[in-house]
């Protein structure tokens, strides 16, 4: 590799990270991410709910587990801010490397790539939803997708005699790991990950690649069944709630198709209110409709019709990264000669071309789960979609995961990045051939300017991506108060939370309403309802008991049936709005502990601990110490056993 060449395959990384800086800029100052679904406290706590052993469904696990094992040792604020920061530069990263391999694309285009990946609505919507665990998952599958690919080459095409493809194919299986292990913070990343995975492995490698997903997801599996919250029914109205919604100009396929699109008209940026939604989708659409015909293999003979690619990518000539717009020689794929390593000859050629065959086979495959995730989650937002999406969470367990269907928009990134690079590559080539067949002595556009092009087509009319999104992304200052609680928190019993309601606007929160940040700021469980306030209709949660104690609350009921029902503490969050019912008649028969201008704590005298049975924890623990050696062990395999670099 030349020395400029080496230097260039930093770009995109580097490009990726500034990116990243440049949409979350603001939380590299002090303080904490707290924003609608997004909580983040300075200490976690071990609690039944952060194993997801509570009365609620286990979507934060093992997320909450992690944040607690990590946080006494560095501020829980900073782990969460670094693991966004982290997943944005991963996502875009890992497509300028999905696009380099399985297109053999140069720079130019792979930061193409890097912008599709990280500049659109998708990653816009989710972070000003909150979401940022979820976006670890979205940043999983571009590399998701590379390790899937590997494990085909590898898997199929490797002599078993040599230890240095061995190496590589256990390589390859760690790599997937670590990315289903990252990605599986949450249910919802686990299931992104596998899906790819599983479109894209190929049939020999399927079984393994299911037991590897059931592993990584043992912390969520184990928490459903041991806790019984999981394998109940979900609200069907929370269908309909969660629909994909329609952007201005757009309707619902359109915002779609676009990667935008969310249930929650209020987490889009402003650009996505006016027309600037439908110029940004055009362009976006456009961009990869370009590159489609050369991501699918297909390419246009002398008389215009398609025909089958002849030139696999892997030997497709390159354009030049100096604006000069001339064609470099081929270039070899890096996997050729780590496969042939025991062939010779004719060998040699079948495996590379086997080889062309496999990348075409994947990038095939990723357009094909694009299409269906873009026209699956618009089928579900049709009446008749709806009706069966309700029929399927009352009945089936566990598939209240599916209600935001607007999330599995994310499977179609690994395309929409693919086909950009491509068209950014195949347009430069056309005016590079336009100008050779010419003959003019004037510069033809080079591959640098092309892509400075497509960049800047992709970021402008999304202009408002950058800095916090528009500066929606803050972090906030928690008072003192909330630490001297949870010091005071001392004895048996869980806590119960008012005003009623899971949402809560602070003065020092911001103007929308956030999660309430007492579960994981408390050391003891808290008891939510789970019930959400979507679209002016309430979607019902699965915490049957935590909704009788805030019934009990609300109706002024007596110490003594607040202690029967397992509640020790009862904490007053005095400065948001709320039901408060006639919860003073209970709190008089309660004893103060903590009182300040912002919290009130209370015990409930003679309470019984309702928590967890300890062998219940036991296999929670296990569960998750499962999915942690997963996620180091798999990303160490793949860094120590990844593969050369291409020399060029």
Not at 187 to 208: D, W
Not at 344 to 369: F, N
Request: charge should be positive.
């Amino acid at each position: 590799m030349t020395r400029r060449n080496r230097w260039a395959s930093f770009v995109p990384a580097g490009y990726s990270g500034s990116l990243a800086v440049l949409i979350a800029g603001p939380l590299l100052g002090p303080g904490y991410l707290l924003l609608r679904d997004a909580v983040s406290t300075p200490r976690s706590y071990m609690t039944d709910s952060a194993l997801g052993l509570g009365d609620a469904a286990p979507r934060a696990v093992p997320q909450d587990a992690m944040l607690a094992t990590l946080s006494p040792i560095v501020d829980g604020g900073l782990i969460v801010k670094t693991i966004l920061l982290v997943a944005l530069w991963a996502a875009g990263y890992g497509a300028a490397v999905l696009a380099r391999e399985l297109l053999r694309v140069s720079t130019g285009p792979q930061l193409v790539a890097v912008t599709v990946a990280l500049w659109n609505p998708y990653v816009a919507e989710r972070v000003l939803q909150g979401h940022w665990s979820l976006l670890t998952g979205y940043a999983a599958l571009p590399w998701t997708a590379l390790a899937a690919y590997r494990i085909r080459i590898r898997g199929r095409w490797v002599s078993g005699s040599d230890a240095g493809a061995r190496g590589g194919a256990v390589g390859a299986w760690g790599a997937l790991a670590g990315c289903f292990a990252a990605a599986g913070l949450t249910p919802t990343g686990a299931l992104l990950a596998g899906g790819t995975a599983m479109v894209l492995v190929g049939r020999r490698s399927v079984l393994g690649t299911l037991v590897l997903l059931s592993a990584v997801s043992a912390p969520w599996l184990a928490a459903a069944a041991l806790s019984g919250a999981g394998t109940a029914s979900s609200d069907p109205a929370g269908i309909a709630a969660f629909a994909a919604r329609a952007e201005p100009a757009l309707g619902t396929l359109g915002s779609l198709a676009g990667l935008g699109g969310i249930w929650n008209a209020d987490s889009v940026p402003a650009s996505r209110t006016t027309p600037l939604a439908l110029i940004a989708t055009a362009l976006l659409l456009i961009i990869v409709v370009i590159g489609i015909r050369t991501t699918a293999g297909i390419k246009t003979s002398t008389n215009g019709h398609a025909a089958a690619q002849s030139t696999p990518p892997t030997s497709t000539a390159r354009v030049d990264e100096s604006d000069t717009g001339t064609a470099t020689t081929p270039s070899k794929h890096p996997e050729v000669g780590k496969i042939t390593v025991a062939t010779s000859g004719d060998k040699a050629a079948r495996a590379g071309d086997r080889i062309d065959r496999e990348s075409l086979r994947v990038r095939r495959r990723l357009l094909i789960l694009a299409a269906f995730a873009v026209v699956l989650p618009a089928l579900g937002a049709t009446s008749w979609g709806m009706s069966g999406m309700e029929w399927l969470v009352a009945h089936v367990p566990g598939a209240g995961l599916l209600r935001d269907t607007q999330k599995y928009v994310a499977l179609a990134m690994p395309a929409y990045a693919l086909c950009a690079a491509a068209g950014c590559r195949a347009v430069a080539m056309r005016f590079a051939a336009n100008s050779a067949a010419t003959k003019k002595p004037a510069r033809s556009p080079g591959m640098a300017s092309t892509a400075m092009v497509f960049i800047a087509l992709l970021v402008l009319p999304l202009f408002d991506m950058a800095w916090g999104i528009g500066g929606a992304l803050k972090p906030v200052h928690y008072p003192v108060g909330w630490q001297r609680v949870a010091e005071r928190i001392d004895g048996p019993g869980d806590v119960a939370v008012l005003p009623g309601g899971m949402f809560r606007k602070f003065p020092y929160s911001g103007k929308v309403a956030v999660l309430d940040p007492a579960p994981r700021m408390l050391p003891r469980d808290v008891l939510q309802t789970g019930e959400l306030p979507v679209r002016g209709r309430t979607v019902a949660g699965e915490g049957a008991r935590a909704r009788e104690v805030e019934t009990a609350l609300l109706h002024g009921d007596s110490a003594r049936r607040l202690a029967q029902l397992g509640v020790g503490w009862v904490l007053v969050e005095r400065t948001t709005p709320g039901p408060l019912g006639a919860s003073k008649t209970t709190l008089a028969q309660l004893d103060s502990v903590y009182t300040d201008a912002q919290l009130a704590l209370y015990r409930v005298p003679d309470t019984t601990d309702k928590g967890a049975h300890s062998a219940y924890r036991t296999i929670a623990y296990v569960a998750h110490i499962l999915w942690a050696g997963l996620l180091v062990g798999g990303l160490l395999l793949a860094v120590i056993l990844r593969p050369p670099r291409e020399n060029r």
